[in-house]
Structure formats: structure tokens, C-alpha cells
């Protein structure tokens, strides 16, 4: 199993509120993603990142933010959290050939639900 | 964007039984994966398989990419199987791996 942890694993929040998912690898990959995954839509990449400090957005990045300070840890950041963002987010991870060029690893998703 | 398209959306098997899910794919592509999602939400991928056929055990994937498609055969179905199966492709000249909405499989006992 690739060495991805996120937490929290269930959230339940409140509209308006802030909320940060955290995915740690201890595989010292050098690229990281969040997706989520809702019914109808399948996974959609939110953003990726390709090095500390370096991230890029993606299909469905609006109401989202992220950084990463340390290559082990992405964070994924609703300023303001909305009832459409309620879903299940998963981090993945993959080696260094490039950010689309290898296989790549998801954790074990996180459950956030926003009332 | 490229655009990525499973079949069937759901298949019900009895134990024992072999299948084959395809999914289909618009563009040239660079990289193609498989993964198996369990009933509990986990995300395992499966092959890596741009082009050419892998076999792990009792599943195998062919990808022609020349004819723009990718095959996933699993043999000798257990319920442990169950789950649903996505395909993810990005398109040579793209910047991200799109997935396909999955095949959904029951396997009875």
C-alpha cells in the first residue's frame, strides 16, 4: 500500500465555515493531487502540485485552495465552505516522471459534508 | 478535453464467471490506467498500460492505442471483485488524466 494518510477522514460542517483536508505521504513523491468524487461526475482533479511550492489548478479549482510547504504534506482549503462541495475528497500520489507520466496512488478519501 | 467512455455501466456476474469492460477514449494518449474502487470507497489501481497487455493473476488489460481503446478482462470473477472499475486517460498533448465514469460490477455468490 502507498503510504497516504488524510485526515480528517469524516467532516461535518457548516456552511460559511473554513475547512482544510490534510493528505501526509511517506513516500517522498515528488507529485500530489486532490480530486473529488461525486456521483454522475466521477473524479475530477480540484489541483495538483509538483513540488513544494509549486501547484497548478484544475478542472473544478474554484472555492479551493492548496499549498504545500513540505513535500510530505497538501493541503486542500474551502475558504467558505458550500452545500455543492459537499463530497468525498481523495489525495493521490505518484513518482517523478513527470505529473501524468506514472501510476499513480489514492488514499483513502475523506468524507466531508457541508450543512 | 479528451473524452473517456466505459462500458458496461453495470454488470452483475455469478462467481466464477469471466468479463471484459471496455472504455473507449477520443484522442492519442500517453498514459492509461485502470483502478478498482471496493464497496468501502477504497481506490486501487490496477495497470499502468498506455499501450500493449499486462496481466496481474486472474485480470488482464489490453490497450490498443492505435484504435483508441483499452480492455479489462477478469477471469474467473469472485465476489471480492465487486466494486466499480474506472479507466483514466490523458491525451498526449493534455496536462491531466480524465476518468471515465466506472463500470459498476456485482458479483453474486
Known amino acids: 500500500d502507498a503510504g497516504i494518510t488524510q485526515s480528517p477522514r469524516h467532516k461535518v460542517t457548516e456552511t460559511g465555515t473554513p475547512v482544510t483536508l490534510r493528505c501526509h505521504q511517506t513516500e517522498n513523491h515528488r507529485y500530489m493531487y486532490w480530486y473529488r468524487q461525486d456521483p454522475g461526475h466521477g473524479l475530477r482533479l480540484i489541483h495538483y502540485?509538483?513540488?513544494?511550492?509549486?501547484?497548478d489548478k484544475g478542472e473544478v479549482s474554484d472555492g479551493y485552495s492548496v499549498s504545500r510547504s513540505k513535500t510530505e504534506d497538501f493541503l486542500l482549503t474551502l475558504e467558505s465552505a458550500t452545500s455543492s462541495q459537499t463530497s468525498v475528497y481523495f489525495c493521490?500520489?505518484?513518482?517523478?516522471?513527470?505529473?501524468?507520466?506514472?501510476?499513480?496512488?489514492f488514499g483513502e478519501g475523506s468524507w466531508l459534508t457541508v450543512v | 478535453g479528451i473524452q473517456v467512455e466505459q462500458s458496461p455501466p453495470d454488470l452483475i456476474l455469478q462467481e466464477g464467471a469471466n468479463s471484459t469492460l471496455r472504455c473507449n477514449f477520443s484522442d492519442s494518449v500517453n498514459n492509461l490506467q485502470w483502478f478498482h474502487q471496493n464497496p468501502w470507497g477504497q481506490l486501487i489501481n490496477l495497470f499502468y498500460i498506455p499501450s500493449g497487455t499486462k496481466q496481474n493473476g486472474r485480470l488482464s488489460a489490453t490497450t490498443v492505442a492505435t484504435e483508441r481503446y483499452s480492455l479489462l478482462y477478469i477471469s474467473s470473477s469472485q465476489t471480492t471483485d465487486s466494486g466499480v472499475y474506472f479507466c483514466?486517460?490523458?491525451?498526449?498533448?493534455?496536462?491531466?488524466?480524465?476518468f471515465g465514469e466506472g463500470t459498476q460490477l456485482t458479483v453474486n455468490p
Open positions: 483514466a486517460a490523458k491525451e498526449t498533448s493534455g496536462s491531466r488524466l480524465t
Open positions: 493521490a500520489i505518484s513518482e517523478s516522471k513527470g505529473p501524468w507520466g506514472n501510476t499513480i496512488y
Open positions: 502540485s509538483y513540488g513544494v511550492k509549486d501547484t
